[in-house]
């Protein structure tokens, strides 16, 4: 699922890339990366649930293939199956919104061998992996278990996964694969707990999936505006308005675009949420900066009546 979270970031990162950049581009074409880049964050939620049935193929595969080698030792020929039986994998192979979800988009992980080998061996060689191996025995929880706390400890903070990641489309960050980890996880829950559908929607419901676009609009549109604002409010002995970090301005345009124009989502809500954008992805004293502004903004807003909404 694609939260507001997501969405917040991406926004931010398009509409960078738009007024640095352009290129030839519209603000139509802008629109349709922002969208573009969405899709792939979806895509990935996809593609991280079915790693855990690829990895789970290989695996097969390699116990097919020791037990053809020249002399097979006794090991080679009985191998613990615990791994490749794994029931939670079985359950994703049976779910038809995965399954054709991959290949109507043609996502497949089985590109790249290497990389697929260099996943199994760092799941095969963590301490979760043989713990699961040696329990006496083993359920579908158990199952589910053993693959969040791969996914979670093993898997996603792994370099080399956000390295293919991030090779796989120019959209897909460390963000992406932070929060839709996250989701993966959740999803294992859901199919534990038998969830009818366990596969999250691309959105959690209308007003999410206009979101983005609507954000995006609104913070062009009112670029003119809210940089007039900041500069006013910018305490000259301090700052030159001239120097400001063009993130830092740009961040700070986006939050009072969504405080101005989206009357559901509480003040202190947007505030939050773009002070933390600002301490990712600007300087180190951004956070603060902005919170003191966005604050401030908000304080005149509200004297002029031109923001009623808490």
């Known amino acids: 699922m694609i939260n507001r979270v997501l969405i917040r970031t991406k926004v931010v990162q398009m509409l960078y890339s738009y007024m640095l950049t352009k290129d030839g581009k519209t603000f139509s074409d802008a629109k349709d990366e922002l969208n573009e880049s969405l899709d792939k964050s979806y895509e990935l939620y ?3 649930l ?4 690829d990895l789970t193929d290989l695996e097969e595969l390699r116990l097919d293939e020791a037990k053809h080698k020249f002399l097979p030792t006794d090991e080679d020929l009985h191998p613990n199956t615990r791994f490749v039986d ?3 994998v079985d359950a994703l192979r049976g779910i038809d919104a995965l399954q054709n979800f991959l290949k109507e988009n043609k996502l497949t992980w089985r590109n790249d061998d290497v990389f697929l080998r260099l996943m199994l061996d760092k799941v095969r060689n963590s301490e979760e992996y043989k713990e699961y191996m040696a329990m006496p025995k083993t359920d579908f929880p158990s199952d589910c278990n053993v693959w969040r706390q791969l996914m979670k400890k093993v898997l996603l903070p792994d370099a080399d996964l956000l390295e293919q990641v991030e090779s796989m489309s120019v959209y ?3 963000e992406d694969l932070d929060i839709m980890g996250q989701f993966v ?3 294992i829950r859901r199919i534990e707990d038998g969830a009818e559908q366990p596969i999250l929607p691309k959105y959690k419901d ?7 676009e609507q954000l995006f609009t609104k913070a062009f549109q009112l670029m003119d505006s809210n940089n007039k604002l900041i500069d006013s409010l910018v305490a000259t002995d301090k700052w030159d308005t001239e120097r400001l970090a063009f993130m830092d301005r740009l961040i700070m345009c986006i939050a009072l675009a969504e405080i101005e124009s989206f009357v559901k989502i509480p003040v202190n809500v947007s505030l939050n949420e773009y002070i933390e954008i600002a301490k990712m992805f600007s300087t180190a004293r951004s956070g603060q900066f902005v919170n003191g502004i966005l604050n401030s903004a908000v304080k005149e807003l509200r004297q002029k009546g031109e923001l009623i909404k808490k």
């Open 206 to 212: 209308e007003e999410d999936s206009t979101f983005g």
């Open 172 to 174: 897909c960050t460390d």
């Open 185 to 187: 996880v959740k999803t």
């Open 50 to 53: 079915q790693l855990m049935v």
């Open 86 to 88: 794994n029931e939670l």
């Open 46 to 48: 996809n593609m991280l």
